[in-house]
């Protein structure tokens, strides 16, 4: 299979094709990324190959999600090893725009995250879902897909977007896709490549400390038992700060509250420099 894929940088030119597409009958999925593409990334491609005639991937670092201190110059850019592992899974667009052609001169309108963005993640890094939210609002106006696909690694992320396009009225449909992991257990990303060998060993301790809560839970132990349970065995194995581990409703994230709702475990965690999220759902008795 050949590298070359196509990639457009205008959204004059994104639109030229996918309003072809649509003029033709044919529907649109849309796999927003940052690059930095690994197998979790091409699976979303390959399940919206599935779901749709035709598969949009945009790449963009999207500046307004990081806060100043944070590693917007230094996360990972590797846009001709992206190219090449899209082709792989036939993907048949790549919307790769400049931070100039997503953001040009007098931009000054922005999406207000809702309330799934208030704590957990929000807590931490106060202006990231409101630029999530501009940004995913901006890709959907732009290549207006019928469907976009997302990875449940960024669980509150999902959800903050599922509340966005309810209230919006935006009208595409959101597919999440299950976390994709190494055998270890550590949830693929690629923030992973920011860990040295003796923090990548330790990383997958992370799923292994929520996994244990989602089972705990599951089996009637007390949410704070089981949550602080974990912080103490991330600090046993080596993570230097927890910012949380922490028991919500599903489809909320409002706090763990009456019986039959379904629950999950997010978790943020530090090693050394680098900070991990993961989650897991608790799997309720039938």
Known sequence: MSDSIETVRTVQDL??????????????????????????HLSLVELAKTKADKAVVSVFVNPTQFAPHEDLERYPRD???????????????????????MYPGGFSTGVKA????????????????DGVATVCCKLFNQVRPSIAIFGEKDYQQLAVLRQMVKDLNIPVTLVAAPTKREASGLALSSRNAYLSDAERAAAPALFAAISDVAERVAGGTAITVATVSAVETLRAAGFTKVDYVEIRDAETLAPAAGANRPLRVLAAAWLGKTRL???????TPA
């Open 15 to 40: 639109r030229r094709i996918v309003e072809g597409w649509q003029a033709s009958g044919k529907t649109v999925a849309l796999v927003p990324t940052m690059g930095a593409l690994h197998t979790g």
């Open 114 to 129: 809702g309330s799934a963005a208030s704590d957990l993640e929000g807590a931490f890094r106060p202006q990231h879902f």
């Open 277 to 283: 999220i993961d989650n897991v759902a608790v799997q």
């Open 79 to 101: 846009e001709a090893g992206d190219m090449k592992k899209l082709a792989t899974v036939a993907t048949d667009l790549v919307w790769s725009p400049s931070v100039e052609e």
